[in-house]
């Protein structure tokens, strides 16, 4: 009978307080909320603006109602959410506008099964290329949406529009495979690609079999994509030991990058 039980659906509002559950009273921060939840919890967030920057750990379903995630200026991590570990296979970011990150809106790390809809990511890109903590990080620093080391996510219907970048698929801590990008409308983002799938794997003896790193057998479909400052939608294996190899890219509209 354990599986007809609903999971616990945890609220925050702008008007609640972090104390409690926030089952029965909302709380006030999504922090505090992913805090108190537990694996296969939802959490509703209400309207209005929240000043914060998540890490969540665990599987969770994020709901945004006309929600603002605004990570200016926060630096533990320096995205507005990051999905991160195994632990977190199968969570859901939906419904949140994201913005003013340091680096990603968006980063997903060594994860699986994601899915990442209807968001709206603009100005995550707030250190610039030429920033400190942008070199010391492997990534293409500013893009809005990264997935690193993840396999069998969805990244469906969002946004994504004056940010460095748009979306990202490297594989520095191993494959990036099996992944759909599609139903994203991206725009205006000046420093770098719309969509970019980029092998950043270096192994100067051999290039990288399935098992260790790659990016592979990810499809790339329906979006829409202009005004980048790099390709429209790019495919990269440029360092020795790199590898990139069975993406489908179909069926997308692509113009003025």
Known sequence: HHRHTREPVRHVSTSGKDTGDCLAAPCATIGYAVRQASPGDTISVDSGTYHESLMVTK?????????????????SPPNGVQISGGGAAGTLVSGFTIENAGLEGIFALRTSKVVIENNTLFHNDAYGKSDSLCTKHQDDCGEAIHLQTVSGAVVRGNTVHNNLGGILLTDETGPTRDNLI????????????????????????????????????????????????GAGIGIFAAGPGGAAWGNIVDGNTVTKN
């Open 182 to 229: 599609s139903d994203n409308t991206i725009g205006d983002n000046p420093s770098d690609c719309g969509i970019t799938l980029a092998s950043h794997w270096v192994d100067s003896s051999k290039v990288a079999t399935a098992e260790v790193a790659g990016i592979y057998r990810n499809t790339v479909t329906r979006n829409t994509v202009s005004g980048s400052g």
């Open 59 to 75: 599987r969770l379903a994020l709901i945004g109602h006309h929600a603002t995630i605004d990570a200016a200026g926060l630096a």
